[in-house]
């Protein structure tokens, strides 16, 4: 295997990135931001696609709100896991190991915290998704460059095709995404948490097939990610300024407003407006979070920012749990108390679940150097305590 040595070199320890932090916070809590309507559904997964509000305003608020947070919270979190990754092999880099080495057994406790995810809590896990796409990813990590961007270009192809022949069904009518016939379910106004997880096994197949496009479309992100902090995103320096002006300009200059085209271009447009344009808005997204990040400092919002992404996963799969029990028959069935209320008490959860883990993870971070599922995972996977964290990016010499 021809190995590349990472654009890296440096001091011992490195400096720890607050502008990864405070992204990763942005995204963990952004992924709420979509997945917080299918939670307030009373159909759940099966009714959150159409837009639900009683009137035209209400309407046209809530396809707004979901154009925000649809997808581009996802894509950034995928972004980042590919910096993540390649932050983790620059420091096996530096210590001399082998490479990927242990990390394959991180991708599997991923993959079995993703499946234990999805059965108990939340149909549409990723880190099932993601454990699979980072096996490959890591090995391609340590590849010339040429090899890398050349899977990429694969990867994206694929994508564009497969996007492109779910579109083309879905305009020709062949297939529609409605949730009609299928609200009528109780599933989540009156049956037992039991219940859910036994439809989760039988309904597997439909509830997983959305990893068909998120393993090509990760595969991208996550090979991106490792490009934008090579190509020095996170730096201060004029190359980095430069390298996010024309993130910016790609993602909230052009993918941001055609995204919005296609959230009011119909259901036929789904997919594209799901994932393709997203990703393009994510890239924006992280350049102007890396510039806020530059030129602030402090402030309670941003520490409770940064506490959520130091404590992601935890954030992650916590949030969805809250929300379940908040929403669904087998809690307090708020999503049938406030069916009739329209988006407005949706957005209201969504910043009440968010203050609240910002706290929490802030309070936490206090005494503890990781969140709780991750302190779990790092005893499994090390065998010890950790005394470095990988989110460090060597300073030059």
């Known amino acids: ?29 952004g992924t709420l931001g979509t997945n917080i309507w299918i939670f307030t559904d009373p159909a759940g997964a099966f009714g959150w696609v159409s837009p639900q509000g009683d009137g035209p305003v209400e309407g046209v608020v809530e396809t707004l709100l979901l154009t925000l947070s649809n997808g581009k919270f996802l894509a950034l979190l995928s972004i980042l896991f590919g910096v993540g990754l390649e932050l983790q092999y620059r420091s096996a880099a530096r210590r001399g190991r082998r490479w990927p080495g242990r990390y394959l057994l991180r991708a599997l406790l991923l993959f079995v915290e993703g499946l234990l995810h999805y059965l108990l809590i939340f149909e549409f896990d990723v880190l099932t998704g993601y454990a699979i796409v980072s096996v490959h990813v890591a090995f391609l990590v340590a590849r010339r460059d040429r090899v890398r961007r050349t899977w990429l270009a694969i990867a994206a192809a694929v994508h564009l095709l497969l996007i492109g022949f779910l579109t083309s069904v879905l305009l020709t009518g062949n297939i529609t995404l409605s949730g009609e016939e299928q609200t009528t379910t109780d599933l989540y106004t009156s049956a037992s948490w039991a219940e859910q997880v036994l439809t989760r096994i039988e309904l597997a197949g439909m509830f997983r097939a959305e990893l068909i496009i998120i393993i090509p479309l990760s595969t991208v992100l996550f090979l991106a990610g490792i490009e934008v902090l090579r190509a020095g995103t996170f730096e201060a320096s004029e190359r980095g300024k430069h390298v996010r002006r024309r993130m910016l300009v790609l993602g909230l200059g052009i993918g941001f407003p055609l995204n919005l085209v296609t959230a009011f271009a119909g259901v036929e447009w789904f997919f594209v407006d799901r994932y393709v344009l997203p990703p393009i808005v994510a890239f924006g997204l992280l350049a102007a979070i890396v510039e806020a990040a530059e030129r602030t400092r402090g402030g309670l919002l941003r520490k409770g920012l940064i506490a959520t992404g130091r404590t992601a996963m935890t954030c992650y799969v916590f949030q969805n749990l809250i929300c379940s029990v908040l929403c669904y028959g087998w809690g307090l069935g708020l999503a049938v108390t406030f069916a009739d209320a329209g988006p407005w008490w949706v957005v209201a959860l969504w910043a ?8 929490l993870a802030w309070l936490w971070l206090r005494r503890f150097t990781r969140g709780p599922l991750e302190l779990i995972l790092h005893r499994v996977y090390s065998g ?11 300073v030059r010499e």
């Open 1 to 29: 295997m021809n190995h590349e040595r990472p654009n890296s070199s440096a001091s011992p320890g490195g400096t720890r990135i607050d502008a990864l932090d405070l992204a990763r916070g942005i995204a963990i809590l």
């Open 384 to 394: 010890r305590r950790a005394r470095e964290s990988t989110d460090r990016i060597p």
């Open 352 to 359: 009440g679940v968010v203050a609240l883990f910002m706290s």
